[in-house]
């Protein structure tokens, strides 16, 4: 079974510029989640999607960060304009929505710096 | 609201050494519980999980039992390996598929 799969796996910015990343989840996984794991923490839940709406986007900077799921499979993660402490790394998760499978899956991360 | 609160690393073990990691949390309701663990270089991977009280989750040679009336769920391994560096995370998983991660406990085991 094909894991979570991100790209790209790193990316350097300039302040002030945008970014975009990309999240394919396992097949099958109705839930999506991002997460921003800054260095030397756990990581931060930013936005959660089950199938193609959004569950919890409470954490998620609006003025900045928009994230969709079209079709309830791939997403994509945007930062506009961006800032020094948004670098980290941007992890997607998903999960089956169903009892007994509540295990994420993580993908290998893009890590963002941003100058 | 829901959290995790793990011990603060950075831990230093020498191998075959008894590692405990703390974890307790606050939440409403029943959440389930877990552990994960990143090496270093790769991706969060699920070590263990419990999902109701008592229930006691195992994966190589990790242990963590669910201790509603400690709100705890500490891992712990009897022997550890150089293999077993890595940080490890502790986090809850609310209804709605909510997760909460702990900061991350930071292990180095030396031969």
């Known amino acids: 079974e094909a894991g979570v799969a991100q790209s790209p796996r790193y990316k350097i910015i300039e302040k002030r510029q945008s970014v975009a990343f990309w999240c394919n989840p396992i097949s099958g996984h109705a839930t999506l989640y991002w997460y921003q794991q800054i260095l030397g923490q756990g990581p931060k839940l930013l936005i959660q999607f089950q199938n193609n709406g959004v569950v919890d986007d409470s954490q998620l900077p609006k003025d900045r960060f928009s994230a969709e799921r079209l079709k309830g499979v791939d997403s994509t993660l945007k930062i506009q304009p961006a800032k020094l402490e948004d670098s980290a790394v941007y992890l997607c998760a998903s999960s089956l929505d169903r009892a007994g499978q509540e295990t994420q899956y993580f993908g290998p991360g893009t890590r963002l710096l941003v100058l | 609201g829901d959290s995790v609160t793990q011990m603060e690393g950075p831990v230093t073990l020498s191998e075959e050494a008894f590692l405990t990691i703390n974890c307790t949390y606050t939440a409403t309701g029943y959440p389930s519980l877990f552990w994960y663990v990143q090496y270093p270089g790769e991706g969060l991977q699920l070590l263990l999980k419990a999902t109701k009280a008592d229930d006691k989750g195992s994966n190589k040679g990790f242990e963590a039992t669910y201790r509603k009336e400690t709100t705890s769920f500490h891992l712990e391994k009897g022997s550890v390996q150089v293999s077993d560096s890595a940080v490890y995370f502790c986090?809850?998983?609310?209804?709605?598929?909510?997760?909460?991660f702990g900061t991350g406990t930071s292990l180095t085991v030396i031969p």
């Open positions: 986090a809850l998983r609310r209804t709605g598929n909510q997760f909460y």
